[in-house]
């Protein structure tokens, strides 16, 4: 990960912008560069990863323009050879170097050309503006706010901007800013046409789209690794890239000292694939030791996004402290896509497909802002094959009815596409899905639970909760979780719409707890 900050003030401050971005020195340990441009101030913190040596670092220039991008821009090489072929000449092997030609040919419409994770923030000197954008589903972070004056500032983290803005927001995936507005250049919801195919051809082309996305992911000049919890998701993602790879994979699981559920799994496959397999363990401790820590990488005071996100914090943390690995491939956004626990209790394939458009367009506030916290705080990278845009806009475009468990097993069609290749043991491919925190280990939820208990009586908690109008927390362990946030993030509880909870609109999902274990077919899911 790297950082970018961008004051579009022309007096602003030097001193006071270099303070705002060493609050994210840990997205770029390698390098800190901050430039004047003519509208204002550009601020970048680096982690190599393409590109490694001093000739890609940024902000990059052309003429008396200048850009910040914190993203992996897929493809990026023939790209290059394009514009060198119109005359342009490249100092680096960075990706992020062919943005300012790029944009010279074809101004705001590169941003809907563009197979990447981005945020980048561009400065036009010809016109003397700012342009910002973010990719289509927000994997990599980006959000804004005014200062007392009305000046926009861009910046990766919310923690680069409170204090010198009112009210912090995120960036919307999927749009561009220019010229005081923000404007959509891809909605990845927005279904064009209904695959309606056979069954065997839309798991051939789920197959296909997948190996594509983890593929070009594997591209790293720095040395990969990838997290392996035993269920599915990470499960196929380690699979299909030891099948690709020369030489054995680095994988990590995490798991409590007294009930870890998935480690056994992990080692299963990890040994299936022979990579080379490193497992932490983590006790009562170490989880309520990492809760205010995690908070503050995080800035959020959701439920299940902190109860998961403890365990890669900590196993982030280990990989950072014990290995030379600096690019981390994740499985979040499968759920999103190919449903849930929750989604088994869709009433319609139409509800099924609303509540996964929901889950997309809100998803940069949950799972893929804590991938990239977790994973970036530790100064990592983080990688979603699952976020591939060629491949969610397929998945997207499927016929809900397909997607529905009307098979017994939840995620079907993503079962079905890789029963032939065998990349990873059958019993996992069809092993029921446990949630990250519950599979860690049960214990973790309720030692949080229980601590949370033990911090308010009920008159306190009553008392305390009527404080927050938006959000309002609804258990001790909410609250516990709000007040940590609050004192790093005070008033800026609107950067997430909301606790994430199932839909409680459909019939067995009215419940108190985001977590599966509450949910009637849990099933075999903590085994």
């Not at 040596?53 to 394009?82: H, I, W």
């Not at 009305?150 to 990766?156: K, P």
């Not at 800013?177 to 069954?199: A, H, N, P, W």
């Not at 997430?496 to 899911?525: E, H, I, Q």
């Amino acid at each position: 990960m790297c950082a970018i900050l961008t004051y579009t003030r022309k007096e602003a401050d030097e001193a006071y912008f270099r303070e705002l971005l060493e609050r994210t020195a840990s997205r770029g340990p390698d390098m800190t560069r901050i430039m004047k441009v003519n509208g204002g101030l550009m601020g970048f913190n680096r982690l190599s990863i393409m590109g490694l040596n001093e000739a890609g670092m940024q902000p990059f220039t052309l003429g008396n323009s200048a850009v910040v991008c914190n993203g992996e821009l897929y493809g990026f090489k023939a790209l290059r050879t394009y514009l060198q072929s119109l005359g342009y000449s490249f100092k680096s092997d960075s990706d992020c170097e062919i943005l300012l030609p790029l944009y010279e040919k074809l101004g705001s419409r590169m941003f809907s050309l563009l197979d990447a994770e981005f945020a980048l923030v561009l400065y036009d000197g010809e016109k003397d503006k700012f342009i910002a954008a973010r990719d289509p589903i927000g994997i990599r972070p980006l959000y804004y706010g005014y200062d007392d004056e009305g000046y926009i500032m861009f910046a990766s983290e919310p923690k680069n901007l409170t204090g010198a803005c009112k009210m912090v927001k995120p960036f919307p995936p999927g749009h561009y800013y220019e010229d005081g507005e923000f404007i959509c250049y891809r909605d990845m919801t927005r279904v064009k046409e209904i695959q309606t195919d056979s069954l065997e051809v839309i798991t051939k082309n789920i197959h296909d789209k997948l190996v594509s996305g983890i593929e070009k992911r594997l591209d790293a000049d720095a040395p990969v690794g990838f997290l392996l919890s035993g269920g599915l998701d990470s499960s196929l993602v380690c699979g299909v890239a030891a099948r690709i790879s020369d030489k054995p994979l680095e994988t990590f699981a995490i798991g409590m000292d007294i009930d870890a559920i998935d480690l056994k799994y992990a080692r299963e496959v990890a040994e299936y694939i022979g990579s080379n397999h490193h497992e932490v363990i983590i006790t009562k401790d170490d989880v309520l030791g990492a809760l205010e820590p995690v908070i503050h990488a995080l800035g959020t005071y959701d439920i299940t996004t902190i109860r998961a996100s403890i365990g890669m914090y900590l196993l982030c943390k280990w990989i950072h402290e014990n290995t030379d690995i600096k690019v981390i491939l994740t499985g979040e956004i499968s759920d999103e896509l190919f449903g849930y626990k929750y989604t088994d209790f869709a009433p319609s394939a139409e509800a099924f497909q609303e509540e996964a458009k929901k889950r997309i367009h809100e998803i940069h506030m949950y799972d893929v802002l804590r991938a990239d916290r977790c994973i970036s705080v530790n100064s990592l990278e983080a990688r979603v094959p699952f976020g591939d845009l060629d491949f969610v806009d397929y998945v997207m475009s499927i016929d809900p009815e397909k997607k529905l468990n009307t098979y017994g097993i939840g995620k079907f069609l993503l079962r079905k596409a890789f029963e032939e290749d065998e990349v990873i043991p059958h019993s996992i491919l069809m092993r029921e899905k446990a949630a990250f925190s519950d599979a860690v280990g049960h214990s973790l939820r309720d030692d949080l639970m229980e601590y949370a208990d033990s911090a308010y009586t009920y008159a306190e908690y009553e008392i305390a909760r009527k404080k927050y109008d938006h959000a309002t927390p609804f258990t001790k362990e909410s609250l516990l979780y709000r007040e940590i946030f609050e004192k790093y993030y005070e008033g800026q509880s609107e950067m997430v719409v909301d606790f994430w909870m199932p839909n409680k609109n459909w019939k067995g999902c009215n419940v108190t707890d985001p977590s599966a274990r509450v949910l009637s077919n849990y099933g075999a899911s903590g085994e």
